[in-house]
């Protein structure tokens, strides 16, 4: 037999279609500008290649549509929400869950059950939803990631791993009375999504069990931080990634989770707990945010959607084809020497705006200003994950600096083809090509929390005359005898 390498290819064939809208540059210039250039504030139906995020995204299979059929919607008691508690008990292994609307209805609770204020949590990078329910709840975060994880460049395989000095050292500054709990997040999203190592998971149990402190797992995409430690961990290859999943959630006191990521469902999320009291004390905090301890803001038909989401996507076909879509994506990028994050991470590629965009000063927003250049050059729509997310300090009121100014292009599961991924890099390659061209914003709107959903912009003088310099050109996507060009 050949020893030559096969292809991978999607473990389903298609039997839904959603037409897509093209539009021409003209057109794109009026929605950018009525958006404030923040793709946020886009319409949907003004897009080409929605790479906005992972979350909600996905495609559902036909046995999750048939799940949909059998909700049941009573108020007490749904027969959904106990099939999803089953399938959480057999793939996560805890013992008990709370359904909520989405993962920061968990992240809520959670943060509002276990921290006092003045209490610090550590994490393995910050996450925007769930800080602020850490400050919201009077906490402090403490950055206690290793140092690659900061550098776009570095090639260390698990940028999602915490340092155990940072966190000694902290538990030494503030003692562990005042860390009630460590945030471990799987496929770290500020990172670029990158995974953790089993063995460094082990590490940070061992101190916690020291020093008395619980580990919280931020579920939301550990079945695909799974898959890395699969291909790349010493040892972990023969196994499968629901062995790895459950070795991971063994060595932590509980989950919350997003259930709109990994799980293949557009809506829901859970907290997961192995502790009873902690448990009766999460139901009592569910019934005053979200609905009844069986419900918690999802409806019966949307958890089963959800358990039978977990037995899909736990599936190592899937998550070979899920991931691979993203390395393809990635590679295409690098083999025109376009400026990512490395290694590509599970869930997006992102785009290194500080290297894309060395000319833009970072209180100029580049990686907001990369967004709407893409959105410009092709109707495809991305994220900032940089300086506009990344909001401001609560103590100094100053905007945080983060090391890390970045575009995300987050692939949702099971909707897009390799021949979007082709469209949407030869769209990169062309902003990459005309980089110079692009400028500078100014920010013209700013909330106080999240600012970066509903932030509002307008293009800094030099860039708005090259803008109105290519108004008249109209290019769009034509079709010509060799296909669809820009
Ligand atoms: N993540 C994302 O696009 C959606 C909202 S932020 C733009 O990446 C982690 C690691 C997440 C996450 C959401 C949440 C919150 C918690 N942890 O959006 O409330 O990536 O379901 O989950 C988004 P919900």
């Known amino acids: 037999m050949s020893k030559r390498r096969r292809s991978w290819a999607e473990p389903y064939k298609i039997k839904v279609v959603e037409p897509l809208r093209m539009t021409t540059r003209r057109y794109r210039e009026r929605a950018i500008e009525q958006a404030h250039y923040n793709t946020f504030l886009l319409r949907s139906e003004d897009v080409y290649i929605?790479?906005?995020?992972?979350?909600?995204t996905?495609?559902?299979?036909?046995?999750?549509?048939?799940?949909m059929m059998q909700g049941d919607e009573a108020y007490a008691g749904s027969k959904n929400f106990y099939h999803l508690a089953d399938m959480v008990r057999k793939y996560y292994g805890y013992p008990y869950i709370v359904p909520t609307h989405q993962g920061r209805g968990a992240e809520h609770i959670l943060a509002k059950m276990?921290?006092?204020?003045?209490?610090?949590?550590?994490?393995?990078?910050?996450?925007?939803?769930t800080r602020a329910h850490q400050e919201l709840a009077g906490g402090t975060f403490r950055d206690v990631i290793v140092d690659q994880a900061h550098d776009p460049t570095s090639l260390h395989p698990f940028k999602g791993n915490v340092d155990i000095h940072k966190l000694e050292r902290l538990i030494d500054e503030v003692g562990a009375d005042n860390i009630p709990y460590i945030n471990m997040q799987a496929s770290v999203n500020m990172a670029g999504g990158q995974p953790f190592s089993l063995a460094n998971l082990r590490q940070v149990r061992q101190v916690c069990t020291e020093h008395g402190i619980k580990i919280f797992l931020d579920a939301t995409r550990a079945m695909e931080n799974a898959w890395f430690i699969k291909m790349v961990e010493p040892g972990q290859q023969e196994r499968s990634c629901a062995q790895i999943l459950a070795d991971m959630c063994a060595l932590t006191d509980g989950c919350t989770m997003s259930g709109k990521k990994d799980l293949l469902v557009n809506v829901g999320g859970f907290l997961a707990l192995r502790d009873e009291r902690l448990y009766r004390k999460a139901c009592e905090l569910v019934v005053l945010y979200e609905g009844l301890h069986t419900y918690g803001g999802m409806a019966g038909r949307d958890m089963e959607a959800m358990a039978r989401g977990i037995e899909e996507a736990i599936q190592d076909d899937h998550l070979a084809a899920r991931i691979g879509q993203v390395q393809y994506l990635g590679h295409k990028l690098l083999a025109e020497k376009v400026p990512i994050v490395q290694p590509i991470g599970g869930h997006a590629v992102y785009l290194?705006?500080?290297?894309?965009?060395?000319?833009?000063?970072?209180?100029?927003?580049?990686?907001?200003?990369?967004?709407?250049a893409l959105y410009l050059e092709s109707g495809v729509r991305a994220?900032?994950?940089?300086?506009?997310?990344?909001?401001r300090d609560?103590?100094?009121?100053?905007?945080?600096y983060p090391k890390l100014e970045l575009v995300r292009l987050t692939i949702p599961r099971r909707?897009?083809?390799?021949?979007?991924?082709?469209?949407?890099?030869?769209?990169?390659?062309?902003?990459?090509?005309q980089r110079t061209n692009i400028g500078g914003l100014e920010m013209t709107y700013e909330p106080e929390t999240l600012r970066f959903f509903q932030a509002?912009?307008?293009?800094?003088?030099?860039?708005?005359?090259?803008?109105?310099q290519e108004e008249s050109r109209t290019v769009g996507y034509r079709r010509d005898a060799s296909g669809f060009k820009i």
């Open 50 to 56: 929605d790479l906005l995020t992972d979350s909600g």
């Open 58 to 67: 996905a495609a559902m299979s036909d046995y999750q549509w048939a799940g």
């Open 114 to 129: 276990l921290i006092r204020p003045g209490d610090f949590i550590p994490g393995n990078m910050y996450f925007t939803t």
């Open 352 to 372: 290194d705006a500080a290297r894309f965009l060395p000319h833009i000063r970072q209180h100029e927003f580049p990686a907001q200003a990369l967004t709407a």
């Open 383 to 391: 994220m900032e994950r940089g300086i506009v997310s990344a909001g």
């Open 394 to 400: 609560p103590v100094s009121g100053e905007h945080r």
């Open 415 to 433: 909707v897009y083809t390799q021949a979007h991924m082709d469209v949407v890099a030869e769209s990169v390659i062309a902003c990459y090509e």
């Open 456 to 468: 509002e912009f307008k293009p800094l003088a030099a860039w708005a005359t090259t803008l109105r």
